[in-house]
């Protein structure tokens, strides 16, 4: 069955860190994986997703098909990017998504 | 340009009274149409889905319906509410015809059965 997983529930880290979401998946076939993002007073909203291969305010995701991974990086952390972010998965047909438990992250000055 | 908007966005109800959620969405035809429910430590749950009027899906056993009268409007209730019930309800759209699934969230409504 679809399944994500997102180990962490906070991660905090100091401004100028690096920063690394992490996302694991169970998916039999070829995965199209998104990371979402909710920043404070403000709406759910797409952040990247990997079929795209881009960087977004810094982010980056990579999949690992060998590891069944997609976390989310960031060489820089800002304090801007404190956030809940959500690692997602398409499952089915019609464009469902599965979302994983989200992740907290909060930059400290 | 496409909006969605739900409300309301607070809700303080007590145990055992009916829930209606609005959901409506502007700016494009026959989306595909999701409830979600955010529960602490649980991330984002689907409840409901929808690709048309009348047509919906149910994705796991609950005290809650969903309704669809219309092209662009989405409805969440319940005749008895539980305590269980509690919790942030989004709503989300997607657009149809091969133009990818990006989903497009509401503001979504913070419900308290007290």
């Known amino acids: 069955a679809q399944r994500v997983t997102q180990p962490e529930k906070l991660l905090s880290v100091f401004k100028g860190a690096p920063v690394e979401l992490k996302c694991n998946y169970s998916?039999?076939?070829?995965?199209?994986l998104f990371w979402y993002v909710q920043y404070s007073r403000q709406r759910l909203q797409l952040l990247l997703r990997?079929?795209s291969r881009e960087s977004i305010k810094g982010f980056t995701a990579d999949l690992n098909k060998g590891e069944t991974s997609f976390h989310l990086k960031k060489p820089f952390a800002q304090e801007e990017d404190s956030a809940m972010y959500y690692c997602?998965?398409?499952?089915?047909?019609?464009?469902?998504?599965?979302f994983g438990q989200g992740t907290e992250l909060s930059v400290k000055p | 340009s496409q909006t969605i908007h739900q409300w309301p966005a607070t809700l303080v109800q007590p145990v055992g009274s009916p829930l209606s959620l609005e959901c409506t969405v502007e700016?494009?035809?026959?989306?595909?149409l999701y409830w979600y429910r955010q529960a602490a430590g649980r991330g984002l749950q689907l409840l409901f889905y929808?690709?048309?009027?009348?047509?919906i899906s149910s994705e796991v056993p609950q005290n809650l319906s969903a309704s669809r009268p219309q092209d662009r409007q989405f409805i969440l209730s319940s005749k008895k509410l539980l305590l269980s019930d509690s919790g942030f309800y989004l709503c989300?759209?997607?657009?149809?015809?091969?133009?990818?699934?990006?989903?497009?969230f509401g503001n979504g409504t913070r419900l308290t059965v007290t």
């Open positions: 989300a759209w997607r657009a149809t015809g091969g133009q990818g699934i990006t989903l497009h």
């Open positions: 929808s690709v048309g009027i009348g047509q």
């Open positions: 998916y039999s076939g070829s995965p199209e």
């Open positions: 990997h079929i």
């Open positions: 700016g494009t035809s026959n989306p595909n």
């Open positions: 997602a998965l398409p499952y089915n047909q019609g464009g469902k998504l599965i």
